[in-house]
C-alpha cells in the first residue's frame, strides 16, 4: 500500500489540499466564512440547482434507455451481439470534448438536424441530456447485463411454475437481484454528469453551468480562487457521498442470488416480441450512438468544395490555424500517445500494487483506501491541474515545465480503472496456489510471475486498455499543464472548437475523428482478449 498511497498523497491529495488552501487561507489564518458567503450568491445556487437536476434528469433518461439494452446483451444470443458490445462501450472511452463535438455536428448550427429540418439543439438542456445518455449508456449495458447475464433464469421459471405471472415473477425474484447493481450503475452514471464538464461546456454554452465548468471559469478567467476553493470542497463532499454510497451497493451486489456461467442463459430471441426489442435496442443503438459517430466523420470531410480531406492536410501547418498553435495540430496526436502510453505504465504500477494490497487485507482502512482510490473520478480535475501548477514548482519537484505533468495527471484517472479491473481477478486467484510454490521454494516474486501473473494476464491487458483509452481522453487536468507546444488531443480540439471559422471547426472535426478511431480500434482489441466477464466493467 505504501507506494499508491505516496502518489496520490503527492500529485492528488497535496496539490487538492494546497488550492483549496491557496483560496480560503489568509496570512496564516482559514476564512471560514466564506465558505457561507459563496453559497449564499444566487448564481453560485443556480449553478448547484443546475449541476443536481441534470444529473438526475441524465440519470434517470440514461437507465430508461439503456436498461433494455442491458437485458437483450445479457438474455439474447443473436449475430453481431459482441460487436454490439464494443459500439456501446466506444463513447464511455470517448473523451468528454469528442462527444460535445459530436453532438455538436449533430444538434449545432449547420449541424444534421439544422440542415434537414432547420432544428438546433445545442445550448439547450436536451443537448446536455442526450450527451450524457450517449457517453454513460455502456455504464449500465456493463454493469446492470454482466450481472443479469450470470442470474440463473430457472429462479425465476420456478417462480411462474408456482403461478406468479411474468411481471410478478421478474418483480419479486429478479430485480431484488438487480437492484445492487442498478444502484451501483444509477450512482456511477450520476458521478459522471454531477462532474460533467467537456459535454457541458462544449454544449450548454454560456447559458448552463456545472460546477465543474464554474471551478473552470473563477479559476482560469476570473482568477477567483476562493469561490473555486468553496466549489470545490461542495463537489468533493457531494463525490464523497456518492462513492460511500456506491461501496455498499457493491458490497450488496456481491451477496447476489447464485450466479451462473452467462453462456447459459443466453439465447436466440424467439416469437416476434423478442424480436421487436432486439430490433429497438438496435435501432436505439444507431440513433444515439451510430449516427453521431457517423456525422462527426461525415464533417470532418465536409470541406467548401465538396467532400475530401482538405481539413485532415491542415493539420499539417501550424499556420493553417492562424495563432492557435505553436506546431502543426497532426503533431498533437504524437503527444497524446506518447503520454498516454506513459500514464498507462505508470497506472499499471500504481493500481496493481493497490489492487494486490485490497486483495490480501481487510478491514475500515482498506475500504478507506479503496475508496480513495476512486476520488479522482470525481474531485475536480481542473482543481487537481491548477494545483499541479501551483505545488511542483519548487526543489526537488520542480516539474511545472516537465512533460512529466501530463502523464501523471493521467494517470490519476487510469488507476481506478485498473484497481477495478484487476482486483475482482486478483481475489479469485487461490491463495494456496501461492503457499504451494512458496512449499517448493520459489521466492514471493517467482511465485508472483510463475503463479498470479498467468492467470490474470488478460485482465492485465484489459486494465491497460481502458488505462490508455481514458489517459488519451484526459482533457480537465490536462487543459491546464499541456504546453503550448506539445498539445495534446483534447486540447487541440477545444482551442479550435473555441476560434470562429470553417477551417478551425474542420479541423476541430478531424482531429475528434482520429482520436474516435484511436479509441475505438483500443476497445475493438479488448473485446478479442477478453474472453471472461471479469472485472467491473
Request: glycine residues 10%.
Amino acid at each position: 500500500m505504501a507506494v499508491p498511497v505516496a502518489f496520490f498523497a503527492l500529485f492528488f491529495a497535496y496539490p487538492v489540499v494546497a488550492i483549496v488552501g491557496r483560496g480560503l487561507r489568509t496570512d496564516g489564518v482559514w476564512q471560514s466564512g466564506r465558505i457561507g458567503e459563496v453559497l449564499s450568491r444566487p448564481d453560485i445556487l443556480d449553478v448547484l440547482w443546475f449541476t443536481t437536476w441534470q444529473a438526475l434528469a441524465s440519470t434517470g433518461l440514461t437507465l430508461l434507455i439503456a436498461l433494455p439494452g442491458a437485458y437483450v446483451l445479457a438474455r439474447f444470443d443473436f449475430l453481431g451481439k459482441h460487436l454490439l458490445r464494443a459500439v456501446v462501450t466506444v463513447p464511455f472511452v470517448l473523451p468528454t470534448v469528442v462527444v460535445g463535438t459530436a453532438f455538436l455536428a449533430v444538434l449545432g448550427r449547420g449541424g444534421f438536424l439544422d440542415e434537414l429540418w432547420g432544428v438546433r439543439l445545442d445550448t439547450t438542456v436536451w443537448a446536455i441530456l442526450l450527451a450524457h445518455v450517449f457517453f454513460n449508456y455502456a455504464v449500465v449495458v456493463r454493469t446492470v447485463g454482466g450481472l443479469w447475464a450470470q442470474l440463473d433464469p430457472r429462479q425465476e421459471e420456478a417462480a411462474r411454475v408456482l403461478g406468479a405471472g411474468r411481471l410478478t415473477a421478474w418483480r419479486r425474484v429478479t430485480l431484488p437481484a438487480l437492484a445492487p447493481a442498478v444502484a451501483a450503475a444509477a450512482l456511477m452514471v450520476f458521478l459522471f454528469t454531477f462532474t460533467s464538464f467537456g459535454v457541458v461546456q462544449i454544449l450548454g454554452g454560456p447559458a448552463y453551468s456545472t460546477l465543474e465548468v464554474e471551478i473552470y471559469r473563477q479559476t482560469a478567467q476570473l482568477l477567483d480562487l476562493p469561490t473555486a476553493a468553496v466549489l470545490t470542497l461542495v463537489q468533493f463532499a457531494a463525490v464523497g457521498g456518492v462513492l460511500a454510497a456506491h461501496a455498499w451497493t457493491v458490497r450488496r451486489r456481491e451477496t447476489a442470488l447464485k450466479l451462473v456461467d452467462p453462456a447459459q442463459t443466453a439465447r436466440p430471441p424467439r416469437g416476434a416480441g423478442q424480436r421487436v426489442l432486439v430490433g429497438g435496442v438496435l435501432l436505439t443503438v444507431l440513433l444515439l450512438i451510430v449516427v453521431p459517430l457517423g456525422v462527426l466523420v461525415e464533417r470532418s470531410l465536409d470541406t467548401s468544395g465538396g467532400h475530401g480531406f482538405g481539413f485532415y492536410r491542415a493539420l499539417q501547418s501550424a499556420e493553417a490555424s492562424g495563432s492557435t498553435f505553436l506546431v502543426p495540430p497532426l503533431d498533437a496526436i504524437g503527444n497524446s500517445l506518447r503520454y498516454a502510453v506513459v500514464a498507462t505504465l505508470i497506472a499499471l504500477v500504481i493500481g496493481g500494487l493497490a489492487a494486490a494490497a485490497l486483495t490480501r487485507r481487510a478491514g475500515p482502512l482498506v475500504r478507506g483506501f479503496d475508496a480513495l482510490l476512486m476520488l479522482p473520478l470525481g474531485v475536480s480535475a481542473v482543481t487537481v491541474g491548477f494545483g499541479f501548477l501551483i505545488t511542483l514548482d519548487e526543489p526537488p519537484l520542480d516539474l511545472r515545465t516537465s512533460w512529466i505533468l501530463v502523464p501523471l495527471a493521467q494517470a490519476l484517472v487510469g488507476v481506478p480503472f485498473v484497481v477495478r479491473i484487476m482486483l475482482p481477478v486478483l481475489r479469485a486467484v487461490d491463495g494456496r496456489l501461492r503457499e504451494a510454490a512458496a512449499v517448493l521454494g520459489a521466492s514471493p516474486l517467482r511465485a508472483w510471475r510463475e503463479v498470479d501473473l498467468p492467470l490474470v494476464r488478460r485482465a492485465l491487458l484489459v486494465a491497460a486498455g481502458f488505462a490508455f483509452a481514458v489517459s488519451l481522453g484526459e482533457f480537465g487536468a490536462t487543459v491546464f499543464i499541456a504546453r503550448p507546444d506539445n498539445p495534446t488531443l483534447p486540447v487541440a480540439v477545444a482551442r479550435l472548437l473555441g476560434r470562429s471559422g470553417e477551417l478551425n471547426y474542420g479541423q476541430a472535426m478531424a482531429l475528434s475523428t482520429i482520436l474516435m478511431i484511436v479509441c475505438a480500434v483500443s476497445l475493438l482489441l479488448l473485446e478479442r482478449i477478453r474472453t471472461d466477464r471479469s472485472g467491473e466493467f
